[in-house]
């Protein structure tokens, strides 16, 4: 796998943004998250007067083996029928992208049908989905390191766009399942508490979900029985394993595309369930990742706040979502651009002729 060069912001800016912060014309504190936000964002951007110029927002659709053992109330036609259907406007990223002025690229990294000759869709495609991982791993390393080299590469476009904020969503039945697993593994909770109704799945829909992930969790254990398990080893290579095994390649390339956009000094937006749980595994790679990510949104998922308090991240919406395609992140750019705004906008103390009272 490509490496990346991540590093946590130098540090030496901070007393100067917050300098700045506190001299705005405002009691001290009093914009709260906001005033956090912009701390992160000039910290990233290393400069005291911030930008989130050309946004933009990849949109990566891709097919799951495990979708044939029904664990997901939607079949995977639904994926393909739902790519075109984004290409039209008509979805809710197409909404939330206009309303707020992300550029839309939606992407074909593992979609199982053939959207080669769809304008409006970019061809990324490493396979027509990935393997059943109830049986084997959803993917070779070949393809692993093909995901995240597209994923980097899509970011490079973003920037060559002067994109400073990306967003990225995901369109894949059946996601849900391999977040979940991620989830248990890397924050040592048990399986069951990670498992939720997906797109829409009854009581026993979640239940036959529940037996299929444990069934799969056992396969990847005599898989790797090789290696100990207990406590989870957290070292890079030891990573790369359960991402190839259970991941979707439009997980995998979210993953590269998020570890590039922090390579870069991009702010990266996080969505819901499936897009924390990539975000998870990229602070397993690299913990610096997480310096650039601003957590927007904490769905409707079971799991999810709990996945939330095991990265000690904090979303800025709940809002009860759960229709993925980065709609929850989408909905959330607004408080960051109104930290953004707080910074280049307000006035300070000295020039409003404001006695500073602090």
């Known amino acids: 796998m490509r490496k990346f060069k991540i590093e946590k ?10 300098a700045k912060i506190d001299n705005l014309n405002k009691p001290k504190g009093s914009l709260g998250v906001l005033e956090d936000l912009a701390m992160q964002v ?5 400069t005291l007067s911030p930008s989130l110029s050309n946004p933009c927002h990849l949109l990566l659709g891709g097919d799951h083996g495990i979708e044939r053992e029904g664990v997901s109330v939607s079949p995977r036609e639904v994926t393909w029928q739902q790519m075109i259907n984004f290409t039209r406007g008509g979805g809710g990223v197409n909404m939330f992208c206009r309303q707020h002025g992300f550029k839309l690229r939606i992407v ?7 959207l080669s000759a769809v304008p409006g869709i970019i061809e990324r495609k490493i396979a027509r989905g990935t393997r059943n991982f109830l049986y084997e791993p959803a993917m070779t390393e070949e393809q692993f390191d093909q995901a ?3 994923g980097a590469d899509l970011v490079d476009e973003c920037i060559a766009d002067g994109c400073r904020v990306l967003c990225i969503g995901e369109m894949g039945i059946a996601n849900t399942s391999p977040s979940s697993i991620w989830m248990s593994l890397f924050c040592n909770i048990s399986l069951d508490e990670c498992i939720g109704a997906g797109a829409g799945l009854d009581t026993p829909g979640i239940a036959h ?6 069934k799969a969790y056992k396969t990847y254990m ?3 029985s090789y290696k100990s398990y207990e406590p989870y080893d957290e070292s890079y290579s030891a990573c790369l394993l359960p991402l190839r095994y259970f991941g979707g390649y439009e997980m995998i390339t979210a993953i590269g595309a998020m570890l590039r956009a ?3 000094h991009l702010i990266i937006l996080v969505d819901g369930f499936i897009m924390t749980a990539c975000a998870l595994a990229a602070c397993r790679l690299n913990s610096a990742v997480k310096n650039y990510m601003v957590f927007g949104h904490c769905g409707d998922e079971s799991g999810h706040r ?3 308090d095991a990265m000690n991240a904090r979303p800025l919406l709940s809002l009860g979502l759960r229709l993925g395609e980065g709609t929850g992140a989408l909905c959330a750019f607004p408080v960051l651009d109104s930290a953004v705004r707080m910074m280049n906008e307000m006035n300070n103390f000295d020039n409003a002729n404001i006695t500073k009272y602090f």
């Open 306 to 308: 709990k996945m939330l």
């Open 42 to 46: 000039c910290l990233v951007q290393q």
């Open 222 to 224: 005599s898989y790797k």
């Open 262 to 264: 922090a390579e870069q």
């Open 108 to 114: 074909d990294v593992g979609v199982d049908y053939d």
């Open 209 to 214: 979900k529940r037996d299929i992930l444990a």
């Open 148 to 150: 995240i080299q597209t």
């Open 9 to 18: 912001p130098d540090e030496a800016i901070r007393q100067a943004i917050q």
